[in-house]
């Protein structure tokens, strides 16, 4: 009963906040006279949705292939490198600046490059997600890592550990706050890098349905689209929100 209690109290915010926001979207149109190309109602676009679910399911399995791919592929490298930095300082004083200038252009810059490396297929988007998820995974742990107390590390040294004794028993649980935040920043980031990059040029996938939709000016296929990919986004955050009360249970 507790349990059902707790979960029920952090899912009521949630539910609240999508029912205000959906009335507000039904509002607008009635008060505002809004048309349907413009905005159309929400049953319009859930029973489009309905209609044409195989076609979408089909794209959205697609997108998330590439995006979990590259989701889990970034993070991975991410930390390990975050790790490595940590380990040889010397490496994190030449490599991050490289990081960030490679990072300070938007990730979907770089998909016309992709694209002619790896692509029209899934590859190309996984290498684009696993750019920037990689990024944000490396910057958090990074700062993670750095977070364990000095004395614990002298402590822990005057017993004779080495480096990676220090990084797996210390640093690393230290830092598993800011990995988290890392793993749940980059759920959308990778869903949006997953679908541009598709629009942009693809086989399959949401961004590909977005785009041949919008030529054929077809806005109901590209609002069911949307929402398949927000419904999407929204379960694995939920998921890492699951996962962060399991590993970092004391918060």
């Known amino acids: 009963m507790a349990k059902r209690s ?11 906040s999508v029912a205000v926001l959906l ?4 509002g607008a149109i009635v008060l505002f006279d809004i048309p349907p190309f413009v905005l159309p109602r929400l049953h319009s676009i859930v029973q489009h949705a ?15 292939g590439e995006a979990l ?32 200038a490679v990072n300070s252009v938007p990730t979907v810059a770089y998909a016309p490059i992709f694209l002619i490396w790896f692509g029209l297929g899934p590859a190309s988007k996984v290498a684009l997600i696993t750019l920037a998820v ?16 000095e004395a614990a590390i002298n402590l822990m040294r005057s017993f004779g550990a080495g480096r990676l004794a220090l990084v797996w028993r210390l640093r690393l ?15 959308p980031r990778s869903m949006i890098v997953a679908i541009v990059g598709e629009m942009l040029g693809a086989y399959a996938g949401l961004g590909r349905v977005i785009y041949e939709s919008t030529q054929m000016i077809d806005l109901l296929s590209v609002w069911s689209a949307v929402l398949f990919a927000s ?19 004391w918060r």
């Open 23 to 26: 009335a507000l979207w039904e």
């Open 231 to 249: 419904v999407a986004s929204m379960v694995l955050y939920g998921l890492l929100v699951w996962v962060d009360q399991k590993i970092v249970w």
């Open 50 to 64: 309905v209609t044409d679910f195989d076609k979408l399911s089909g794209a959205l399995l697609a997108t998330l």
């Open 173 to 187: 649980p230290c830092a598993m706050p800011s990995v988290v935040t890392a793993l749940r920043i980059s759920v």
């Open 134 to 149: 990689g990024f944000t995974m490396l910057i958090n742990a990074l700062h993670g890592l750095k977070l364990a107390d």
């Open 6 to 16: 707790l979960m029920a109290t952090r899912l009521a915010p949630v539910a609240g």
């Open 69 to 100: 791919g590259g989701y889990l592929l970034g993070s991975l490298l991410g930390l390990l490198l975050a790790i490595v930095m940590v380990l040889v300082r010397p490496l994190e004083r030449a490599l991050l600046p490289i990081a960030v």
